[in-house]
């Protein structure tokens, strides 16, 4: 059904280029609902965007039915009745009711009557449960109902394929779940969809297919057992399990330690790790970069935490290293004692490569 | 005329209330006496470039109907004006006395433009005839001493509608000419008619205010100026002057202190005799009905031009392209940087000036490029407050450009321009007062002349501003009642 090859986009603002997509390709075929995932600003909503050319792609190609899209001739307008949109902050048109709203583009582009189209909203209307704001304002609805009516507004148009561009993020978390429940009920149908959010539960039950999307491209996509049981790429991973990472680059024994201290405090700090764990850390530093490693080279320490398991891991990599250095340590070493101590495990999982799991 | 004119009038008649009068000591003689005394003088006139000459006078430059006003309420102590006026308007009855006369003893002719001699001869050759026959002693003879029967002679005797059309610049000055049952009247009226009756010329008179009767002339506004001119050297360095018609020399008046004011009558009875002076006799009312009729037509083909200029300019403002947008920033912040008065006269003085276009077309244009570049920023703030989503919304539907500024932007887009817009419309509406300046009788030119003519202040004043208070209210209160019915559907 929907063809994408190569699709890029640049945003230009006088010498300054801004990538945001930088090579997406991808099928998506009739009735499947396409979850697309990733980290904030790899181009999810602007993928999306280029789908019914809110945004006009730089490059590439975008087949719908075997038409391309992007051709001078293509009319846009008359492709956008077949793709609806659902967007994060509703976009009702805040003159009309909510109707009006849903009556207005079937009466003016499809050229139903006043009594059709009333009809058919009052259906949809009681389909996403709101039949008796018909005649309500958006401005008197609540961010939830909002959204439903926005839904209900796209189905109006009886569209092939509907994008959902973030449809829950501007809600109040007690709101979410009434939108999901709608949308869930339109992936049961067999209406085709993508849709972008950052739901991970919701977004794994109701998908058949997930893109997960990184720096512009699509990095990894399949069912979602495949990407949030096993995911195969590193950013992947690290997205699922989300897992925040703090690096430090130290060329020779001579850094700064105690900025080193600020940054870890900071980073403990923002996931709630507290002050024990603050202390137990340093401390790990302090012993590993003075008393253990060696420092013939420089030295990377990279601290990662996941969101998912509630776990922080610190790693240090000695280059340099022609063999293990933990070998090297006497056992009754009162550092490395101290370290092990401190932590659940420590190994040396190659040569000057010590992970330390907290 | 213009707003700070009528304020400068309404503190004069507010001292002339509050009963301020300063009767001076004793009355002067001579110019030379005027030293450290307020003296109200026509802006620009000879008289004022007599008196500047002299040091320690307090010089006000007013229009000559105004001055009894002036004097009465003590702005000013002296007054300068044409013996024969004075005397026209008798105002020894009123409570003036002349303190000398026969200053700028002086000759008034008719003036055309350097290279119309042709005319200028004709004109010539009429007054020649006219004194050989006798007639020009029985004309002046008869406007000094049976006025209101001359007044009825030249109403049975109009202006030939037929022949070759000429323009005839004026001002309202009694006795000469003035305004008596809605139609021109006065001595030099009759000269003038009873010339084109010989020659075979169509005149159309046009109300010019004093100053401006030069430039109009040599901007083809008009043919010839008919306003009891005095012929000086330095005016007859840039027009052709006739033979001399009339002579004439000024006066200078104050209070006369023997004058007892009779009993105040009730305020109901002095009422309902302004009411007759200034509305019933002569038929006044017509005049004011008829710069009613005008200041209606101006606003509203003002309005229409601004609104659609307004709307392109706002257009190409909203231009992606920078070329567009840019040159039309230029042009929108220059037109609102110019008063509006001023762009009156540039237009009808200097773009306009050698097309024949009436004084009203002229206004139209003024306002209607002056509102029109204010419009346009009202509409493009109207514009840019509708949120980008809602164009987005309307576009993901399948909705054209046009469309989604039809249904959506547009509707949401006039409910923030209303409230300011309707600021705006009364503003044109009152600013139209200005058009005087370029010899179209308006609202307030018809109050400006009634007053001239039957020297009160207060009544023409106070009604013409009550006439634009009711225009102003239910202009807005149009507007309001759209306000409101755009808010009902929210």
Request: aromatic share 8%; proline share 4%.
């Amino acid at each position: 059904m929907i063809s994408v090859k190569h699709l890029s986009k640049v945003y230009r603002n006088g010498d300054k280029e801004l990538t945001v997509l930088r090579d997406v390709n991808c099928e998506i075929g009739k009735g499947e609902v396409i979850g697309i995932i990733g980290p904030s600003g790899t181009g999810k909503s602007t993928f999306l965007r280029c789908l019914n050319r809110l945004e006009e792609p730089s490059g590439g190609r975008i087949e719908i039915d075997g038409v391309d899209i992007l051709d001078r001739k293509a009319d846009v307008n008359l492709l956008r009745r077949k793709m609806g949109m659902v967007f994060q902050n509703f976009n009702l048109f805040h003159h009309l009711t909510i109707l009006d709203n849903i009556t207005l583009c079937p009466r003016t582009l499809l050229g139903k009557s006043r009594e059709e189209a009333e009809a058919r909203a009052m259906e949809l209307l009681q389909l996403v449960g709101l039949y008796d704001k018909a005649e309500s304002l958006p401005a008197e609805l609540s961010g939830g109902q909002k959204q439903r009516a926005a839904i209900a507004r796209c189905l109006a148009m009886d569209p092939e394929i509907i994008l959902f561009d973030e449809p829950t993020s501007a809600l109040d978390p007690t709101m979410v779940s009434e939108v999901l429940v709608v949308i869930r009920r339109l992936a049961r149908e067999g209406m085709t969809m993508a849709i972008v959010s950052h739901e991970m539960q919701f977004v794994r039950s109701v998908s058949t297919r997930i893109f997960f999307m990184n720096e512009g491209v699509i990095y990894e996509e399949g069912t979602p057992e495949q990407i949030f049981e096993h995911p195969q790429r590193p950013a992947t991973v690290a997205f699922i399990n989300r897992i925040r990472t703090l690096e430090f680059k130290l060329a020779d024994k001579h850094f700064d330690l105690y900025g080193m201290f600020g940054q870890v405090g900071v980073f403990c700090n923002k996931y709630g790790l507290g002050n024990e764990m603050l202390t137990k850390v340093q401390h790990v530093m302090e012993e590993m970069l003075f008393e253990i490693l060696p420092f013939c080279g420089p030295v990377t320490l990279t601290l990662d935490y996941s969101e998912k398991d509630f776990t922080l891991r610190l790693q240090f990599v000695q280059e340099g290293c022609a063999e293990s250095v933990l070998e090297q340590i006497p056992n009754d070493n009162i550092p490395l004692k101290l370290v092990r101590g401190m932590c659940s495990s420590l190994r040396e999982t190659e040569a000057g490569k010590i992970l330390v799991e907290m | 005329m213009s707003g700070y004119r009528i304020i400068l009038l309404l503190s004069l008649l507010l001292s002339a209330c509050t009963g301020r009068q300063a009767v001076p000591d004793a009355m002067p003689t001579c110019l030379e006496e005027l030293a450290g005394h307020t003296v109200a003088v026509a802006g620009g006139s000879s008289t004022d470039l007599l008196l500047s000459q002299y040091e320690g006078i307090d010089l006000m430059r007013i229009n000559i109907g105004d001055m009894p006003v002036a004097v009465k309420s003590g702005r000013a102590e002296f007054a300068m004006m044409q013996e024969i006026q004075y005397d026209a308007n008798q105002l020894d009855a009123q409570g003036f006395r002349k303190c000398f006369n026969g200053i700028l003893k002086g000759l008034s002719a008719v003036a055309f433009r350097k290279d119309d001699v042709g005319i200028c001869d004709e004109f010539n050759s009429f007054l020649r005839e006219m004194r050989a026959s006798g007639e020009y002693d029985r004309w002046y003879g008869n406007w000094i001493h049976q006025l209101d029967s001359m007044v009825v002679e030249t109403e049975k005797l109009p202006a030939p509608t037929e022949g070759r059309k000429i323009t005839v610049g004026i001002t309202l000055v009694f006795p000469y000419i003035f305004i008596r049952n809605d139609s021109l009247s006065g001595m030099e009226i009759d000269l003038f008619n009873r010339f084109c009756r010989s020659k075979g010329y169509c005149p159309e008179y046009s109300i010019v205010q004093f100053p401006a009767l030069i430039p109009s002339l040599n901007a083809n506004k008009i043919d010839v100026i008919l306003s009891h001119i005095m012929v000086t050297p330095e005016r007859a360095r840039q027009v052709l002057f006739s033979d001399e018609y009339m002579e004439g020399s000024q006066c200078c008046f104050g209070l006369n202190p023997e004058w007892e004011k009779s009993a105040r009558a009730g305020i109901w009875t002095r009422t309902r005799e302004s009411t007759r002076q200034n509305l019933v006799e002569e038929d006044r009312w017509k005049l004011l009905s008829g710069g009613l009729a005008v200041t209606l037509e101006l606003s509203l083909l003002s309005l229409l031009l601004a609104i659609v200029l307004g709307v392109l300019l706002c257009y190409l403002r909203m231009r992606p392209k920078a070329a567009a947008s840019g040159v039309t920033r230029i042009f929108v912040d220059v037109v609102r940087g110019i008063p509006v008065l001023v762009i009156l006269m540039i237009m009808f003085y200097v773009i306009f000036a050698k097309v024949h276009l009436s004084g009203v077309t002229v206004a139209v244009f003024s306002f209607g490029l002056f509102y029109g570049a204010c419009f346009s920023e009202v509409f493009r703030t109207g514009m840019l407050s509708v949120d980008r989503g809602q164009w987005e919304a309307g576009a993901a539907m399948g909705l054209s450009k046009m469309q989604v500024f039809r249904l959506i932007a547009f509707p949401q887009a006039l409910k923030r321009i209303v409230p300011v817009f309707k600021g705006d419309v009364v503003s044109l509406i009152k600013n139209t007062s200005i058009v005087g300046y370029v010899a179209v009788l308006d609202l307030t030119s018809a109050g400006d002349i009634i007053r001239t003519r039957t020297l009160d202040a207060f009544f023409p004043l106070i009604l013409v501003s009550i006439i634009y208070i009711i225009l102003s209210r239910l202009s807005g209160g149009l507007l309001d009642t759209l306000d409101r019915k755009l808010n009902a559907t929210k």
